[in-house]
């Protein structure tokens, strides 16, 4: 008698597994998609209704996203918004154009939780160009545009750039320099800007002590692009009645913090988003404004 071979049904379970988990895999794409032009966070039920899913599907797929880095949760609100690993895969590609991109979301971030105003800037030559403004939430706050440049020697945001860039680079910068004293605070002499940016290097952010303008204090702290160069400077700035000291080294602190968000989310490696010791010394200077 022939014996007849049993069919091989040990594919099928593997076909319906491949198959559930390209399902899964599309459904989890079209959640990431619609944060795709918006600003801000996205809640379950807001993305159950725009994928027309079930807000329980949404709520596990999302979990899922989170855990692998995709999407972020905010503690106090439950809501979404882009993960460190989206920034992180685009960051080979981004230039310092794009961290206006990424740090606007942080940038709400901090004004809500300082009510001061944010703003973010690069260097360009020896100026500061501000290249993105969050209004801050008090009635009185401080007048700033995309657009406006200030000295280098004035700013927070300066001192946080240049506090990494490469000794001889900054020399190059102070050399035969005429810097003006725009108040009676205002650094005018390189040997004690040096000093300065020491301390930035030691504390991890930058101050402006009422050197810009009188009765303005700034607090600022670098930010760094996927090869560990600082790109660019975020800060936060108010009057100094508010700005007292205790208030600037908190406000250091959110700073720091967030710009290390962004870091982050540009796919600086997590070793430099604070700098190491050693970063001076090693030749990554900022980058210029494009």
Not at 83 to 106: C, E, F, H, K, N
Request: hydrophobic share 45%; glycine share 8%; charged share 25%.
């Amino acid at each position: 008698m022939t014996d007849i071979a049993a069919p091989d049904t040990s594919a099928a379970p593997r076909r319906r597994g491949d198959a559930n988990s390209v399902f899964a895999l599309r459904r989890g794409l079209s959640i990431l998609d619609q944060f795709s032009g918006r600003e801000g966070e996205l809640g379950v039920n807001e993305l159950a209704r725009l994928v027309g899913m079930h807000k329980s599907t949404v709520s596990r797929l999302c979990a899922t996203l989170e855990n692998a880095g995709y999407l972020e949760r905010d503690a106090s609100t439950g809501r979404f918004r882009l993960g460190a690993r989206i920034y992180q895969l685009a960051g080979a590609t981004m230039s310092t154009t794009d961290v206006r991109l990424v740090a606007r979301p942080v940038m709400l971030e901090l004004v809500e939780n300082s009510s001061e105003t944010a703003t973010l800037g690069v260097r360009e030559g020896k100026d500061i160009v501000t290249i993105d403004v969050v209004d801050g939430l008090n009635y009185m706050r401080m007048a700033t545009r995309v657009g406006m440049r200030t000295q280098l020697h004035a700013s927070a945001v300066a001192k946080a750039i240049l506090a990494w860039m490469p000794e001889a680079e900054v020399d190059a910068l102070l050399a035969d320099w005429p810097m003006a004293a725009l108040t009676p605070n205002t650094i005018t002499d390189g040997a004690t800007l040096k000093h300065r940016l020491a301390e930035v290097r030691e504390r991890g952010f930058a101050f402006d002590e009422e050197e810009l303008e009188v009765g303005l204090r700034c607090v600022a702290a670098p930010i760094r692009d996927p090869l560990g160069r600082v790109v660019a400077g975020l800060s936060i700035s108010g009057p100094r009645h508010r700005m007292t000291e205790e208030a600037m080294q908190r406000f250091g602190d959110l700073v720091r913090d967030a710009a290390e968000k962004i870091s982050a989310r540009l796919g600086a490696p997590p070793a430099v988003r604070r700098g190491m010791p050693d970063d001076h010394a090693a030749g990554d200077g900022a980058t210029m404004a494009e």
